[in-house]
């Protein structure tokens, strides 16, 4: 079956410092990638995507994440965290001949610490 | 970017009743929209795509008499929680989709009494 991992589901970072979030998704064909940020209460912000091309994708608020084919993984990346970025982050994937459909991971909380 | 709103954004009813939550795209016109429900703490989990002038597709376990789904027109999508219980309560997102990506609204509160 079709899945996405983010295998944190909590992680705490001081303002500052640098931040990674792990997404591995299960599928033969290398499907659409996305991470979206959610803040409390909130709809869905897309942050960046991943169709084709360079496997190095820069987004907003200064993220930025690398597709890995070799590791079917999709890591999420800021160099330094604003206390701004504490929020839910999720992984998604469309699947290419799911119509459109988006399969999201677990979610990573982020805690800014001061 | 492109903006979805959603209707209202907190609703609070008794058990029994239906509420009716309203999907917009603002500032284009969406084929196909997508109804989420999220649990707290939780992921979002698909429930149903809705297509322009078709019946909406409902994904496994998802009860179609339940969660009543129209899509009248290009910027539209409505999602009616039928006689309304306890469990229904959750955060219903909907998602409206572009040339390459979804849009997502700001989500609608549900909390049934």
Same mark, same amino acid.
């Given at each position: 079956a079709q899945s996405v991992t983010q295998p944190d589901i909590h992680i705490t970072v001081s303002e500052g410092a640098s931040l990674e979030l792990r997404c591995n998704y299960s599928y033969g064909a290398t499907p659409y990638l996305f991470w979206y940020v959610q803040s409390p209460g909130q709809g869905l912000q897309l942050l960046l995507k991943y169709f084709s091309g360079d496997t190095l994708v820069q987004g907003i608020k200064g993220f930025e994440a690398e597709f890995k084919r070799s590791q079917s993984s999709f890591n999420l990346r800021k160099p330094s965290v604003h206390w701004s970025d504490a929020a839910e982050y999720f992984c998604a994937v469309e699947y290419r001949?799911?119509?459109?459909k988006l399969q999201f991971g677990a979610g990573t909380q982020v805690v800014v610490t001061p | 970017g492109a903006v979805v709103s959603q209707h209202p954004s907190r609703v609070i009813c008794k058990s029994g009743t239906s509420v009716k939550i309203e999907c917009r795209s603002l500032d284009f016109q969406a084929t196909t929209m997508f109804w989420y429900r999220q649990f707290p703490k939780k992921s979002l989990m698909l429930m149903a795509t809705s297509n322009e002038g078709s019946k909406a597709t409902y994904e496994q376990g998802v009860e179609k008499d339940k969660f009543l789904i129209n899509h009248? @027109?290009?910027?539209l999508s409505t999602l009616t929680v039928t @006689?309304?219980?306890?469990?229904?309560s959750s955060f219903y997102i909907c998602s409206a989709r572009g040339r390459e990506t979804q849009y997502f609204g700001p989500g609608t509160r549900l909390l049934v009494l």
């Open positions: 001949d799911s119509w459109g | 009248a @027109s290009l910027t @006689s309304a219980h306890p469990e229904d």
